[in-house]
């Protein structure tokens, strides 16, 4: 009998971001819709690179500075990312996993993110603050994708293992986190309302 075993699983941790102490979404909302506001340099960069909605990326750096509650996220999402690093065996030496990045994300009706990677982090993720009827998933890419060249397309009922690529629908104050080579991207949010979340890389210092 054929002995088939699994090889080089790629992880994904999903949990209430309250399972490590954790901030009020409907506050963590508030804040992000009253920056994006207030955020002058960030809205000309997002029409100057016709980002759909606002991102925070390009114009604020240190939002665990300016603002308690994003100090609390973090200190929040520390927990989390040393459980999913205990889960994947890493070795950290007498180093740290540090937290390297951490923005807005708002898209409105017809926003989408296009699929990249992370480079320069080890762990990168996301907490969903406003996830409204209908808006879209996250999705994430088989990273062999490009190595398969001739390989036929995979069934309709492939294992969700198997399958080319997981769509993923967060609930409002879960946190998603994987390692940062892992392809992912939004697709088009459908809903009417904005889709709001934030995320963030951590580096291995």
């Known amino acids: 009998m054929a002995d088939i075993s699994s090889l080089f699983v790629t992880r994904l941790y999903r949990a209430p971001l309250a399972d490590h102490g954790g901030v009020d979404p409907q506050e963590l909302a508030m804040s992000c819709l ?102 879209s998933a996250i999705r994430f890419e088989d990273p062999r994708a490009g190595f398969m060249m001739a390989a036929p397309p995979r069934r309709a009922d492939a294992p969700a293992e198997q399958r080319s690529f997981a769509y993923i629908r967060p609930a409002v104050g879960d946190v998603l986190l994987w390692e940062s080579w892992l392809r992912h991207e939004v697709p088009l949010n459908t809903a009417e309302e904005d889709r709001i979340s934030v995320s963030f890389n951590y580096a291995w210092r």
């Open 34 to 135: 009253s920056i994006a506001e207030d955020d002058e340099a960030g809205q000309r960069w997002c029409d100057a690179h016709d980002f759909p909605g606002y991102t925070s990326y390009a114009s604020l750096t240190d939002l665990g500075w300016r603002f308690p509650i994003f100090a609390d996220l973090i200190a929040t999402l520390d927990r989390h990312v040393a459980a999913f690093a205990a889960d994947l065996a890493f070795d950290l030496g007498e180093g740290r996993l540090e937290i390297e990045d951490i923005w807005i994300n708002i898209l409105p009706e017809g926003g989408s993110h296009s699929g990249h990677i992370h480079p320069h982090s080890a762990i990168s993720g996301t907490t969903y603050v406003s996830m409204p009827e209908g808006t």
